[in-house]
């Protein structure tokens, strides 16, 4: 059981934005703690795709984008592309916690 | 080019030990600190183990607590994982994983293939 909330799945046709929820708490995301994106394409490992709430590493598309408010983050994904189809997980810090980080509980984006 | 390749996967019998290995390349390896991540079949990601660059403080889950140990050997740009007391419940595939932030914004930048461990009699 994570301390990260995101839905199962989401799912948009080709072309769409989605958005992707992470919703934490006043130990973690409600602290200011950063949040940090990952990207797992099916069979594949994690890769990171937005760290620091907003920032996207060299050869990310600007399609992906990062929010956050309050104890809340989010990732959108605009122009939804065939190869998006993954699984995205969240990833924060909770000062309650003994670990160096916490996954969220990931989310599969379909696209129809 | 950041590289990590982990090896040492397989099938262990339930009470068993592995080790898992994990060899860098193209950065400074003792300059940062390093994880291992592991996914079990079909669920989410958890962060087990993790060391400072110089190996002077580690972390570990609960879950993994007192039975797992990582190391590193900087002289081989390689980070290990000895799990002993194997548990069907350890059956996953573990990643190692390039630590990058600061405290309190840490974040795995890099990440290997992974390695299959099963835990299965």
């Known amino acids: 059981q994570s301390v990260l909330t995101q839905p199962p799945s989401v799912s948009g046709a080709p072309g769409q934005r989605v958005t992707i929820s992470c919703t934490g708490s006043s130990s973690n995301i409600g602290a200011g703690y950063d949040v940090h994106w990952y990207q797992q394409l099916p069979g594949t490992a994690p890769k990171l795709l937005i760290y620091g709430h907003s920032n996207r590493p060299s050869g990310v598309p600007d399609r992906f984008s990062g929010s956050k408010s309050g104890t809340s983050a989010s990732l959108a994904i605009t122009g939804l592309q065939a190869e998006d189809e993954a699984d995205y997980y969240c990833q924060s810090y909770d000062s309650s916690l003994s670990g160096p980080g916490v996954f969220g509980t990931g989310t599969k984006v379909t696209v129809l | 080019e950041v590289q990590l390749a982990e090896s040492g996967g397989g099938l262990v019998q339930p009470g068993g030990s592995l080790r898992l290995s994990c060899a860098a390349s193209?950065?400074?390896?003792?300059?940062?600190?390093m994880s291992w991540v592991r996914q079990a079949p079909g669920k989410g990601l958890e962060w087990v183990s993790g060391i400072s660059g110089r190996a002077g403080s580690t972390y570990y889950a609960d879950s993994v607590k007192g039975r797992f140990t990582i190391s590193r050997d900087n002289s081989k740009n390689t980070l290990y994982l000895q799990m002993k007391s194997l548990r069907a419940e350890d059956t996953a595939v573990y990643y190692c994983a390039k630590v990058s932030g600061g405290s309190g914004s840490y974040y795995l930048g890099y990440w290997g293939q992974g390695t299959l461990v099963t835990v299965s009699s």
């Open positions: 193209g950065f400074t390896f003792s300059s940062y600190a």
